[in-house]
Protein backbone atom coordinates (compact mmCIF):
# COMPACT_ATOMS: atom_id res chain seq x y z
CA UNK A 1 0.00 0.00 0.00
CA UNK A 2 2.83 2.71 0.59
CA UNK A 3 4.35 1.93 -2.25
CA UNK A 4 1.29 2.04 -4.40
CA UNK A 5 0.65 5.02 -3.00
CA UNK A 6 4.35 6.75 -3.06
CA UNK A 7 4.03 5.90 -6.69
CA UNK A 8 0.98 8.46 -7.48
CA UNK A 9 -1.72 5.59 -7.19
CA UNK A 10 -5.22 6.98 -5.56
CA UNK A 11 -5.94 4.38 -3.51
CA UNK A 12 -5.37 0.91 -2.67
CA UNK A 13 -6.82 -2.16 -1.59
CA UNK A 14 -5.77 -3.81 1.89
CA UNK A 15 -7.56 -6.29 4.38
CA UNK A 16 -9.75 -5.31 6.95
CA UNK A 17 -7.17 -5.91 9.52
CA UNK A 18 -4.76 -3.19 8.13
CA UNK A 19 -7.15 -0.39 7.34
CA UNK A 20 -6.37 1.75 10.45
CA UNK A 21 -2.53 1.37 10.00
CA UNK A 22 -2.73 2.25 6.53
CA UNK A 23 -5.61 4.75 6.53
CA UNK A 24 -2.96 6.00 9.67
CA UNK A 25 0.16 5.84 7.45
CA UNK A 26 -1.23 7.58 4.33
CA UNK A 27 -3.91 9.86 5.81
CA UNK A 28 -7.18 10.90 4.33
CA UNK A 29 -6.47 11.23 0.54
CA UNK A 30 -6.01 7.94 -0.76
CA UNK A 31 -9.10 6.08 -0.91
CA UNK A 32 -8.83 2.84 0.67
CA UNK A 33 -10.69 -0.50 -0.81
CA UNK A 34 -11.77 -3.49 1.47
CA UNK A 35 -12.23 -6.53 0.53
CA UNK A 36 -14.17 -9.67 2.64
CA UNK A 37 -17.10 -7.67 3.84
CA UNK A 38 -19.72 -9.19 5.74
CA UNK A 39 -22.86 -8.23 7.53
CA UNK A 40 -23.23 -8.76 11.25
CA UNK A 41 -23.81 -12.63 12.05
CA UNK A 42 -22.53 -13.70 8.63
CA UNK A 43 -19.50 -16.42 8.10
CA UNK A 44 -16.66 -15.39 6.44
CA UNK A 45 -17.02 -18.53 3.75
CA UNK A 46 -13.31 -18.39 2.25
CA UNK A 47 -11.96 -15.44 3.82
CA UNK A 48 -9.77 -15.37 6.42
CA UNK A 49 -9.41 -11.50 7.39
CA UNK A 50 -13.31 -10.36 7.33
CA UNK A 51 -14.72 -7.04 9.07
CA UNK A 52 -18.41 -6.56 8.82
CA UNK A 53 -19.53 -3.12 6.94
CA UNK A 54 -19.52 -0.67 10.23
CA UNK A 55 -16.37 -2.43 11.47
CA UNK A 56 -13.69 -1.22 8.15
CA UNK A 57 -15.63 1.97 8.01
CA UNK A 58 -14.96 2.79 11.42
CA UNK A 59 -11.49 1.86 10.72
CA UNK A 60 -11.17 4.34 7.68
CA UNK A 61 -12.30 1.91 4.54
CA UNK A 62 -13.97 4.22 2.05
CA UNK A 63 -14.79 1.52 -0.33
CA UNK A 64 -16.43 -1.65 0.95
CA UNK A 65 -16.53 -4.95 -0.94
CA UNK A 66 -19.30 -7.07 -0.45
CA UNK A 67 -19.69 -9.83 -2.92
CA UNK A 68 -21.35 -13.12 -1.82
CA UNK A 69 -23.15 -11.84 0.97
CA UNK A 70 -25.45 -9.99 -1.86
CA UNK A 71 -25.04 -12.23 -5.07
CA UNK A 72 -25.91 -15.31 -3.14
CA UNK A 73 -28.79 -13.90 -1.13
CA UNK A 74 -32.16 -14.65 -1.85
CA UNK A 75 -33.26 -11.39 -2.36
CA UNK A 76 -29.64 -9.69 -3.45
CA UNK A 77 -31.59 -6.29 -3.43
CA UNK A 78 -32.82 -6.63 0.29
CA UNK A 79 -29.29 -8.16 1.16
CA UNK A 80 -27.92 -4.25 -0.11
CA UNK A 81 -30.44 -2.44 2.12
CA UNK A 82 -29.88 -4.25 4.96
CA UNK A 83 -26.07 -3.29 4.75
CA UNK A 84 -27.04 -0.01 4.04
CA UNK A 85 -28.76 0.04 6.93
CA UNK A 86 -26.00 -1.51 9.15
CA UNK A 87 -24.29 1.08 7.98
CA UNK A 88 -26.44 3.93 8.83
CA UNK A 89 -27.48 2.91 12.28
Not at 21 to 39: F, T, Y
Not at 59 to 79: E, F, K, N, S
Amino acid sequence: AFEASEAGARGVVCSGDHVREVRDALGEDPLIVVPGIRPGGMGANDHARTLTPREAVERGADLLVVGRPITQAADPAQAARAIARELEG
